[in-house]
């Protein structure tokens, strides 16, 4: 029988806390407006100092002389899971708010956002953008993206950092490898493309042919996208394509994380989602069930496509994102499938730009990957939800920060960093003891 391990409890009252919880508030806002004020005392990460955006690196070398270590984790899980949720900028305010009392209602700063204009979003990208490298990153970001972009950000082994943009659905799927062996290209391009969704398993080459002897007929590409396919419909679609009398080609969806891509690809195309798996009878179905894609580019790794309905893609982008923020609300950053609505927007987003940053400078690619991630979702941010000027407040808590030059802000990272500082002050505030366990 294996020994048990013993538990040592220790416990804290609010007359030992008090002093250590109020340093604890008091030091985080310090270290925010020092980060603002190029005035961090820490050391350099790799040679490149500490910003606004570094606020989690600077607080993990700042608060190890907070000898408590339950004030200390709940400041830095507080800035952690808004640094997940959001970005850097929100973590940066809900430093700083929480050694600050906010008078004006969170409802009056809603009320008082508005769109943000180009020179709004300049102001508030010179206070965040300092250092050389990430001004020249995000200038190319800026002038690629445009307006509308999503910005995903990746690191790579390259020499050299890179962006690059697009305009077309990008998917992490491929059709079946065999059929590359019938042609030395290297992505296979289709105009005019009639979709077959099918949420089920497509078993019998019956069940399809109304739709192959279409295809057939009219001379038109198929994609038939399904949860699976036997291996008497890849052989027959495999002869016919490489004789050149079809080019029908089938696409698995993955069981798990990916599954959802089948109904968005559906809604895309604006296809009939065939539903086997409640009864749907797949041989009954004529061509009103198809959809329909302007173009498909097939690569070895991916599938890419256009739409001809823009407005479907804009309200599937919107939808996933509803979808998102109702899993983080009760999930939270860390929730199973957080990084699936991610996916599911990357893919549904038709115009990306793409971002790679390189570790050219020995060290430096976390800290400069972290601030160009955090400026991508600021960028997307600011266009969606709009800003708010500070100047239309006169809280004491805005001061410092207007005093710095740090006038406009995004309106949903002030609200969601006003309001997780002081959840997390009133509750260290009103605890009456501390219980920890060894």
Same mark, same amino acid.
């Given at each position: 029988?294996?020994?048990? @391990? @013993?538990?040592?409890?220790?416990?804290?009252?609010?007359?030992?806390?008090?002093?250590? *919880?109020?340093?604890?508030?008091?030091?985080?806002?310090?270290?925010?407006?020092?980060?603002?004020?190029?005035?961090?005392?820490?050391?350099?990460?790799?040679?490149?100092?500490?910003?606004?955006?570094? *606020?989690?690196?600077?607080?993990?070398?700042?608060?190890?002389?907070?000898?408590?270590?339950?004030?200390?984790?709940?400041?830095?899980?507080?800035?952690?899971?808004?640094?997940?949720?959001?970005?850097?900028?929100?973590?940066?305010?809900?430093?700083?708010?929480?050694?600050?009392?906010?008078?004006?209602?969170?409802?009056?700063?809603?009320?008082?956002?508005?769109? #943000?204009?180009?020179?709004?979003?300049?102001?508030?990208?010179?206070?965040?953008?300092?250092?050389?490298?990430?001004?020249?990153?995000?200038?190319?970001?800026?002038?690629?993206?445009?307006?509308?972009?999503?910005?995903?950000?990746?690191?790579?082994?390259?020499?050299?950092?890179?962006?690059?943009?697009?305009?077309?659905? %990008?998917?992490?799927?491929?059709?079946?490898?065999?059929?590359?062996?019938?042609?030395?290209?290297?992505?296979?391009?289709?105009?005019?493309?009639?979709?077959?969704?099918?949420?089920?398993?497509?078993?019998?080459?019956?069940? *399809?042919?109304?739709?192959?002897?279409?295809?057939?007929?009219?001379?038109? #590409?198929?994609?038939?996208?399904?949860?699976?396919?036997?291996?008497?419909?890849?052989?027959?679609?495999?002869?016919?394509?490489?004789?050149?009398?079809?080019?029908?080609?089938?696409?698995?969806?993955?069981?798990?994380?990916?599954?959802?891509?089948?109904?968005?690809?559906?809604?895309?195309?604006?296809?009939?989602?065939?539903?086997?798996?409640?009864?749907?009878?797949?041989?009954?179905?004529?061509? @009103?069930?198809?959809?329909?894609?302007?173009?498909?580019?097939?690569?070895?790794?991916?599938?890419?496509?256009?739409?001809?309905?823009?407005?479907?893609?804009?309200?599937?982008?919107?939808?996933?994102?509803?979808?998102?923020?109702?899993?983080? @609300?009760?999930?939270?950053?860390?929730?199973?499938?957080?990084?699936?609505?991610?996916?599911?927007?990357?893919?549904?987003?038709?115009?990306?730009?793409?971002?790679?940053?390189?570790?050219?400078?020995?060290?430096?690619?976390?800290?400069?990957?972290?601030?160009?991630?955090?400026?991508?979702?600021?960028?997307?941010?600011?266009?969606?939800?709009?800003?708010?000027?500070?100047?239309?407040?006169?809280?004491?808590?805005?001061?410092?920060?207007?005093?710095?030059?740090?006038?406009?802000?995004?309106?949903?990272?002030?609200?969601?960093?006003?309001?997780?500082?002081?959840?997390?002050?009133?509750?260290?505030?009103?605890?009456?003891?501390?219980?920890? %366990?060894?």
């Amino acid at each position: 029988m294996s020994r048990m @391990k @013993k538990r040592f409890y220790k416990s804290s009252s609010t007359k030992d806390l008090n002093t250590v *919880i109020l340093n604890g508030l008091q030091g985080s806002s310090r270290l925010a407006t020092s980060l603002l004020a190029g005035r961090f005392s820490g050391s350099a990460v790799s040679g490149t100092s500490l910003e606004p955006l570094d *606020i989690f690196h600077a607080i993990h070398t700042k608060f190890q002389e907070i000898e408590h270590p339950f004030i200390k984790n709940s400041i830095i899980s507080l800035l952690k899971n808004s640094f997940e949720s959001h970005h850097a900028l929100a973590a940066f305010l809900a430093a700083y708010f929480l050694d600050h009392e906010i008078e004006s209602s969170l409802q009056d700063i809603m009320l008082k956002s508005r769109c #943000a204009t180009g020179r709004d979003a300049d102001e508030i990208y010179s206070i965040l953008v300092r250092d050389d490298r990430t001004r020249i990153i995000f200038n190319q970001i800026r002038h690629v993206a445009g307006s509308s972009a999503r910005i995903v950000v990746q690191k790579t082994p390259a020499k050299k950092d890179a962006v690059f943009y697009r305009q077309n659905n %990008v998917y992490p799927l491929a059709v079946p490898q065999e059929f590359w062996r019938y042609t030395s290209k290297q992505k296979l391009e289709f105009t005019d493309v009639r979709v077959l969704v099918v949420d089920g398993v497509i078993v019998t080459v019956g069940e *399809i042919n109304r739709h192959l002897t279409s295809a057939f007929e009219n001379k038109q #590409a198929l994609v038939i996208i399904c949860r699976g396919f036997t291996e008497e419909i890849l052989a027959t679609l495999l002869q016919n394509y490489a004789k050149g009398n079809l080019n029908v080609f089938p696409i698995q969806i993955p069981t798990g994380d990916m599954s959802n891509f089948l109904h968005d690809i559906g809604y895309l195309s604006g296809a009939e989602i065939v539903s086997t798996i409640t009864g749907d009878v797949l041989a009954a179905k004529d061509e @009103k069930c198809l959809g329909t894609l302007e173009n498909i580019t097939f690569h070895k790794q991916h599938t890419e496509f256009s739409v001809a309905d823009k407005m479907r893609r804009d309200f599937l982008v919107q939808k996933i994102k509803i979808e998102k923020e109702n899993y983080l @609300k009760e999930f939270g950053a860390n929730g199973e499938y957080s990084d699936v609505f991610e996916a599911r927007l990357v893919a549904a987003s038709a115009e990306i730009c793409k971002v790679y940053i390189s570790d050219i400078g020995i060290g430096q690619s976390g800290i400069i990957y972290d601030r160009i991630n955090s400026l991508g979702k600021i960028h997307n941010e600011i266009k969606e939800r709009g800003i708010v000027d500070l100047n239309d407040f006169n809280d004491k808590a805005f001061q410092t920060l207007k005093s710095m030059g740090f006038t406009k802000l995004p309106v949903s990272s002030l609200i969601y960093s006003i309001h997780v500082a002081k959840d997390l002050r009133e509750k260290l505030l009103h605890s009456s003891r501390v219980l920890m %366990v060894d």
